[in-house]
């Protein structure tokens, strides 16, 4: 196993749970089961039953070097939705990361990942990190979140199982720090630190959007296609003003927007579904109303409403197999069942259960999800992350410009800059502030730098103020280049920042 060839590495590929099948004729050896000449389906009851176990659908399944179910790994991944994680695409990542170290125990004479003790850590480390020859290191980010999911598992373990914890790094002596603290008490905190930080400049912004999302990175993709960059450039204005993250704008519905065209604010305030947040963590942000006046109703009007209309979209939308939920939509809070005639509420719907839902009310035949494909199916995460691969590639072959953006880019495009904005507002720049925290007491610039790292840390959902205290190193580390640039991002970001309370 090398550092750089993961896939190559597992030894048995990823299998996922698919709830469609359960809806197909039970068969034996691929032949579908008659009984009294109907085909024999699971009941209601038995469907019910394996939801109940916690298996979600495309819920990662993962298999030992015999076929056999890997009950440890598979009983770490069913806990992940209850413990805040919904996204299929952690889940996954979760599952390859520990398939990975258990690969890596096999070559060192395991049986399986629960003989891990501590001198595997330090060997698997060490081989993951360390160059040798004919191996690249893996980077520093992808080492933290491996290691974060190694550390998680045998937490898990050691609770359910009532075993020791193996995994069990020494911790290194430093000096105390926080959000009080100076710079250099934040640095080394991790392998990355505050070089996980990237923002991009608004120059570079507007040719992802202009270059990139609007173009082509070859000739064949059809018209129909090119038309998606209404959708994109519009999910990429709404993440970067902000900082929504990828699954929380993927996930977001129409309604949930409200009326904006009758506002007259410069924004409107917005709470993302609480079981789309990392963590399930209820926040309040503020979306700037030029942003839903601008690029997200010239989608909705030019773009959505033609996609919804077509009879490729009519034929999904009538199809029974997937499973639709019919809803009357009433404002940016609730919907009625129009089967069990109850009221529900959005924050409380999951990624999934937004993707089934259909607005039948006043006349409309659609999904409620604000994003959808070409085909009229919502839009997924990957469908996001496969268009900014297409615009990055297209900007660096056809006009040499390698700026390597990706949604999680703009969050952190939107923190730097509104963190600029919060100390703007209080010291004049951070160059200011620098000086200010040199003259200062510390109980002084604790007061002072405490109220925008905080607001910042509520709009970002963050669980700790240090998570937040990395922009504020990142800001400290390169102040010519985002105080040159922040009036450039004013019209965009200054609308929100100035509202803070």
């Keep these: 196993?090398?550092?750089?060839?993961?896939?190559?590495?597992?030894?048995?590929?990823?299998?996922?749970?698919?709830?469609?099948?359960?809806?197909?004729?039970?068969?034996?050896?691929?032949?579908?089961?008659?009984?009294?000449?109907?085909?024999?389906?699971?009941?209601?009851?038995?469907?019910?039953?394996?939801v109940s176990y916690g298996i979600k659908e495309k819920m990662p399944i993962v298999l030992k070097r015999d076929g056999s179910y890997n009950h440890l790994i598979n009983g770490f991944l069913r806990s992940l939705p209850d413990n805040g994680c919904n996204s299929p695409l952690s889940w996954e990542a979760y599952a390859r990361d520990l398939m990975l170290f258990e690969t890596f125990?096999?070559?060192?004479?395991?049986?399986?990942?629960?003989?891990?003790?501590?001198?595997?850590?330090?060997a698997y480390r060490a081989l993951r990190r360390h160059r040798t020859p004919g191996q690249k290191p893996v980077e520093a980010t992808t080492w933290d979140r491996q290691s974060s999911t190694l550390r998680q598992f045998f937490s898990w373990r050691s609770r359910e199982k009532k075993t020791i914890n193996p995994y069990e790094p020494a911790k290194k002596a430093r000096r105390p720090?926080?959000?009080?603290?100076?710079?250099r008490r934040?640095?080394?905190?991790?392998?990355?630190?505050?070089?996980?930080?990237?923002?991009?400049?608004?120059?570079?912004?507007?040719?992802?959007?202009?270059?990139?999302?609007?173009?082509?990175?070859?000739?064949?993709?059809?018209?129909?296609?090119?038309?998606?960059y209404l959708r994109n450039t519009a999910f990429a204005q709404l993440a970067v003003c902000t900082g929504l993250r990828l699954t929380e704008n993927a996930a977001l519905l129409l309604a949930e927007l409200g009326n904006f065209n009758e506002t007259t604010s410069k924004v409107i305030p917005f709470e993302p579904g609480v079981m789309t947040t990392k963590g399930q963590k209820h926040r309040r942000l503020f979306i700037p109303t030029s942003v839903l006046k601008g690029p997200i109703e010239k989608y909705c009007s030019l773009l959505r409403s033609n996609i919804v209309?077509?009879?490729?979209?009519?034929?999904?939308?009538?199809?029974?197999?997937?499973?639709?939920?019919?809803?009357?939509?009433?404002?940016?809070?609730?919907?009625?069942?129009?089967?069990?005639?109850?009221?529900?509420?959005?924050?409380?719907?999951?990624?999934?259960?937004?993707?089934?839902?259909?607005?039948?009310?006043?006349?409309?035949?659609?999904?409620?999800?604000l994003w959808l494909q070409e085909n009229g199916q919502p839009a997924a995460n990957t469908t996001f992350s496969a268009a900014f691969e297409r615009a990055n590639r297209l900007l660096e072959t056809r006009y040499g410009k390698a700026l390597g953006v990706s949604p999680h880019m703009l969050r952190h495009t939107f923190a730097v800059y509104t963190l600029t904005g919060l100390i703007r507002r209080l010291t004049g720049s951070s160059k200011d502030l620098e000086?200010?925290?040199?003259?200062?007491?510390?109980?002084?610039?604790?007061?002072?730098?405490?109220?925008?790292?905080?607001t910042l840390q509520r709009w970002l959902g963050h669980s700790s103020i240090d998570t937040t205290m990395i922009y504020l190193a990142y800001i400290d580390q390169n102040q010519d280049e985002i105080e040159h640039d922040f009036a450039n991002w004013n019209r965009h970001i200054d609308q929100v920042w100035s509202i803070a309370k």
């Excluded at 049986?111 to 891990?116: H, L, P, T, V």
Aim: glycine share 8%; aromatic share 8%; net charge negative.
């Design 1 to 50: 196993m090398t550092g750089n060839s993961e896939a190559s590495a597992l030894l048995i590929p990823l299998c996922y749970t698919d709830a469609a099948l359960l809806d197909e004729p039970v068969q034996i050896a691929g032949e579908p089961i008659l009984i009294n000449g109907a085909f024999h389906r699971l009941s209601s009851a038995a469907r019910s039953q394996l």
């Design 105 to 122: 125990l096999i070559g060192q004479g395991c049986e399986e990942i629960g003989e891990a003790l501590p001198h595997h850590f330090r």
């Design 177 to 183: 720090y926080g959000f009080y603290g100076d710079r």
């Design 186 to 228: 934040g640095e080394g905190n991790t392998a990355s630190s505050s070089r996980l930080v990237k923002h991009i400049r608004l120059e570079d912004f507007r040719d992802f959007v202009n270059l990139g999302l609007c173009g082509s990175s070859d000739d064949n993709h059809p018209p129909e296609k090119l038309r998606m």
């Design 309 to 369: 209309t077509s009879d490729v979209a009519m034929r999904h939308y009538s199809d029974n197999k997937h499973n639709w939920q019919h809803a009357a939509l009433f404002g940016d809070r609730y919907f009625i069942d129009r089967v069990s005639k109850q009221r529900h509420e959005y924050h409380k719907l999951d990624v999934d259960q937004r993707k089934r839902l259909l607005d039948v009310s006043d006349g409309k035949y659609e999904p409620a999800m």
């Design 435 to 454: 000086k200010e925290k040199h003259r200062s007491s510390s109980s002084a610039y604790q007061e002072l730098i405490g109220d925008p790292l905080r």
